[in-house]
């Protein structure tokens, strides 16, 4: 019976070794670290200001992890990206188009962050929607077919445009936004300054460091995955796949007082229409949002972040 032994522990060490495989992809390698340093410890302190009449829920797609809210029609409600991208008018797509009353106007083109032409929509104006308990009559918009910036369908977007002059609070966990227009101040919590820039007049940019380097961070929730710019690290260092581009050495993100660590961070050669000293150094995206409550406030003279 003893002679079996050797043979187990062979069996033993081959099927440990299939268990710790190396994933196929980069994209599966990326990690984050340190989260725990950002989450927020105790929610309901941050909903304890909000009227039950201020809160809405959210969907959050499988394939892709961003929020999606309804949004009401004439005839027929859609759910659609709340995308924190998108500096314009509501955006609808070809899948939805046939259901939502609209009338034409001039084409035009739709343009990447930093200017650059992505394909050709049409300008539409819709009679009525409503969304965030606000209705809106004779709104312009566009209308884009879906596969122009995704790679499945998708009903279209919604942005901050439509929470102008408000506070909100965004969990994803909870799929939950609270929307208010009464200006309260939350306990305990530190006020990241937003930075205001005409071409993305609603977007949510401020200064943060990225490996100890101070530059601009972008919040995106229509975009999955996050990424930090190329020219930040060693180019020599930088590995890619079908996957994308990937650094495989630990980078560290600080925000305010708070930090957390990327391991195999995607990279990309990020730029912006925007006119700064800095440049920009991150795009945090729904794959790090989902673990962060977020407060945005723009009342009044407001502008300002809070990460709970």
Known sequence: MLRFLPMLGILSVVSLVQSQEVPKYYRDRTKILNMNLIKCQDKNKVFTNYRKNEYYNLSIDSEFGMPHIEVDFENNTFPLVFDFGNSDNILITNA??????????????????????????????????????????????????????????????????????????LDYENKLLAITNRDFTFASSEKIELLSFPYHPYGIHFLGKVNGKEVIIYLDTGKSHSEINSNLVAQEDIVSDKSGSFYPELIEVEIGSKSFSLEYARVNKLKRKIDSEYPIGMYIASDILKYITLSVNRINDNNYLIFH
């Open 96 to 169: 939805i188009s046939e259901k939502v009353p609209f009338c034409k106007k001039n084409k035009t083109y739709t343009y990447t962050p930093n200017g650059e032409i992505r394909g050709e929509i049409q300008n539409i104006e819709i009679p009525k929607f409503k969304v965030f308990n606000r209705i809106f009559e004779n709104e312009g918009g566009t209308l884009m077919d879906w596969s122009i910036s995704s790679t499945s369908p998708i009903n279209g977007l919604i942005g901050l445009k439509y929470l102008q002059n408000q506070l909100f609070t």
